[in-house]
């Protein structure tokens, strides 16, 4: 990722982030519980089940796929 000359000029565009699965990149999350404990999530894509998301772009999320890719089948 190159990041911008100007440190005020965002990384990422605000209008093209979206929630991601912090283990796959997928965004087929849903919310498994939530409450005075805080929300889990859970993802459809690889069964991952925590607190934890990332809010990316899509060079983002292409990043944490192909690195989920790489991890399985290795």
Do not use: Q
């Not at 190159?2 to 912090?22: F, G, H």
């Not at 997928?26 to 809010?55: F, N, P």
């Amino acid at each position: 990722i190159e990041l911008p000359a100007n440190p005020s000029t965002p990384i990422m565009n605000p209008d093209k982030i979206r929630e991601v699965c912090p283990v796959c990149g997928s965004s087929d999350l849903y919310l498994e519980a939530g409450g005075y404990t805080g929300k889990l999530y859970r993802c459809k894509s690889c069964d991952y089940l925590g607190a934890l998301i990332v809010e990316a772009d899509e060079e983002m999320a292409k990043a944490i796929r192909e690195d989920y890719e790489k991890e399985k089948y290795a």
